[in-house]
């Protein structure tokens, strides 16, 4: 199957890759780095992206950025970026893509663990997390010849720690490989509309 | 205790008013009706709101727009109607009103029953309430002062089958006088952090 990975440079989009490459062709896309560019803050450059690429049998997303601040100190313009980025982002890789992937494949999106298990200075995250759940049970009911939409919400990744680990005390981190399987459950399974956890 | 109600003129809003009324002053917010004017879109509406009130014991709010379209023909700025409206408008109630609730005050917001209950046309108000269930996991560690919120997520309201009841098939209409109590859960019960479901 062709696979468009976005976010491929990512943490989770590397364990996505490990996971997939072996059994699929995958296309790596990134803002500035892999096989092919696209923002997720532009429509027209997803839109850009599928016309580049043709059609595919899965879209998994691995990005999205959201701003970490104090609650108190939480200004609308930080929080919006979570809503318009990593939500309003993935969900335009939906919107934009149901023409450009086969009957029955699927979108999977990636959210995160802050809206079941939250951190000091992470209530934007959660808040996008939240919406991105939410968003899959909603859309699911209504894709068109067979499509599903998921969205896998991994705890801290093992090769995160040594960058954020500090931001998640207690969190238990969850091996790379292990992310790589929820997306695999998405893309090579068969349901539909569900929030994938992983921890 | 003083309560503010936003959308008090609404369904759920009457319902909590009804509720509340008994044992609290309400001071009734609407967009043009009520006590008091504000507009949750507008920051600086909410703010101005805030310092003509002063303090009060709690701050429950029963409003926030989406926009309802079938997926396939969602439209970005239709789907940012619920992440403006709807949740940063909620969300900037308790962000602008840290400084007006008194200690161990709370911030009692409303999502719906979309993001677990779906219907066609719903993927915006799925991802709306969302987005609000996360918001209240992540901040409820963050407020300063004991403060509180929480998010009530009813079901469609009796009070609201005439004009909605055909587009929610098979879904059991909630009594008002139910989804009053849930509020009163929040504003004077002690819980924070937690979505209240009324179904």
């Given at each position: 199957?062709?696979?468009?990975?976005?976010g491929?440079?990512?943490?989770v989009?590397?364990?996505?890759?490990a996971?997939?490459?072996g059994?699929?062709?995958?296309i790596?896309v990134?803002?500035?780095?892999?096989?092919?560019?696209?923002?997720l803050?532009?429509?027209?450059?997803?839109e850009?992206?599928?016309?580049?690429?043709?059609?595919?049998?899965?879209?998994?997303?691995?990005?999205g950025?959201?701003?970490?601040?104090?609650?108190?100190?939480?200004?609308?313009?930080?929080f919006?970026?979570?809503?318009?980025?990593?939500?309003?982002?993935?969900?335009?890789?939906v919107?934009a893509?149901?023409?450009?992937?086969?009957?029955?494949?699927?979108?999977?999106?990636?959210?995160?663990?802050?809206?079941?298990?939250?951190?000091?200075?992470g209530?934007?995250a959660?808040?996008?997390?939240g919406?991105l759940?939410?968003?899959?049970?909603?859309?699911?009911?209504?894709?068109?010849r067979?499509?599903?939409?998921?969205?896998v919400?991994?705890?801290?990744?093992?090769t995160s720690?040594?960058?954020?680990?500090?931001?998640?005390?207690?969190?238990?981190?969850?091996?790379?490989?292990?992310?790589?399987?929820?997306?695999?459950?998405?893309?090579?399974?068969?349901?539909t509309?569900?929030?994938i956890?992983?921890?």
């Open positions: 199957m062709k696979i468009i990975v976005v491929a440079e990512g943490d989009g590397r364990a996505v890759c996971e997939l490459s059994r699929h062709e995958i790596r990134g803002r500035t780095s892999g096989d092919v560019q696209a923002d803050a532009d429509r027209s450059s997803i850009a992206m599928y016309r580049r690429i043709g059609k595919v049998g899965a879209v998994v997303s691995a990005a950025s959201v701003h970490f601040a104090a609650l108190t100190e939480f200004m609308e313009a930080q919006m970026l979570g809503l318009t980025n990593k939500v309003m982002g993935q969900i335009n890789l919107l893509g149901l023409n450009h992937v086969e009957d029955g494949g699927s979108f999977t999106l990636t959210s995160g663990v802050l809206d079941r298990d939250p951190i000091r200075m209530a934007g959660a808040t996008a997390n919406a759940g939410g968003f899959v049970v909603g859309a699911a009911i209504e894709m068109p067979g499509l599903r939409v998921n969205v919400s991994p705890g801290l990744l093992e720690v040594e960058r954020y680990g500090s931001w998640f005390p207690g969190h238990v981190p969850v091996p790379a490989a292990r992310v790589g399987l929820a997306y695999a459950k998405s893309v090579d399974g068969a349901i509309g569900k929030v956890i992983v921890e």
